[in-house]
């Protein structure tokens, strides 16, 4: 289940099952969108990317999906491993470039039980 | 390299000494971002360069923090007088500016703990 802890949000779930993280962006004039795992001790890590020209986008054993009209993201992890426990964040910028800051929504912390 | 280096992974610093980081960005990216962590929550972005330039500083706090990108130097983020509301993870990342490829690249580092006692 998901709960709010002192922190951050946190979702706990068995190995296998699929995970499903949300983020909710508050700027509309966002067109691009990141997540990116976080594990301890590390930088952010790059996991999937949409742009807002799109619903969805898949990669391996994840899917993003984006709905705009409510301004929310989310990110499934399939068939979810002890390897995929770290903090989630979600990423925006206006501008669909390099060079555009990022702004990062609040963290969501995965743990996976075996 | 392929990897964006921060410098150092931890310091230790006492109330109002003074504090600097180092970022060296990947070769051949030409934007320079600074974030600042605490205990895992948010990112707030700081100050990014264009190559030595300094592109957005909308971030930054105006007295204490400072920064540069150098050529042929690693970037630094320096924080005079440091208080213990510093302590945090202070992130360097790196991106191409022109590319559509995924993400740009914008790669991050691992990262610099800075704690203030």
């Known amino acids: 289940g998901e709960s709010v802890g002192l922190h951050l949000p946190t979702l706990s779930v068995q190995e296998g099952d699929n995970s499903i993280i949300n983020c909710a962006y508050s700027?509309?004039?966002?067109?691009?969108f990141i997540w990116y795992k976080q594990e301890s001790g590390k930088g952010p890590q790059f996991i999937i990317d949409?742009?807002?020209?799109?619903d969805k986008r898949q990669g391996q054993r994840v899917t993003v999906l984006l709905n705009k009209t409510v301004k929310h993201l989310s990110l499934q992890i399939a068939a979810t491993q002890p390897g995929d426990s770290a903090v989630y964040f979600c990423?925006?910028?206006?501008?669909?470039?390099?060079?555009?800051?990022?702004?990062f929504g609040k963290g969501t912390m995965l743990l996976v039980s075996p | 390299g392929e990897e964006v280096a921060q410098t150092p992974k931890h310091l230790v610093r006492g109330e109002g000494q003074k504090a600097k980081l180092y970022c060296a960005p990947i070769?051949?990216?030409?934007?320079v971002f600074w974030y600042q962590q605490v205990l895992k929550n948010e990112f707030k972005f700081l100050i990014s360069f264009q190559n030595e330039n300094v592109f957005d500083e909308t971030g930054m706090p105006k007295e204490r923090f400072s920064a540069k990108c150098l050529p042929n130097s690693p970037c630094s983020l320096e924080i005079q007088a440091t208080k213990l509301e510093d302590s945090a993870v202070y992130f360097c990342?790196?991106?191409?500016?022109?590319?559509?490829?995924?993400?740009?690249?914008?790669?991050f580092g691992s990262g610099t703990r800075l704690t203030v006692v």
């Open positions: 070769k051949g990216h030409s934007y």
């Open positions: 990342a790196s991106s191409q500016s022109s590319t559509q490829g995924p993400n740009y690249g914008y790669t």
């Open positions: 949409i742009r807002s020209n799109m």
């Open positions: 990423a925006e910028n206006i501008g669909n470039s390099g060079y555009s800051t990022l702004t």
């Open positions: 700027n509309s004039a966002s067109d691009y």
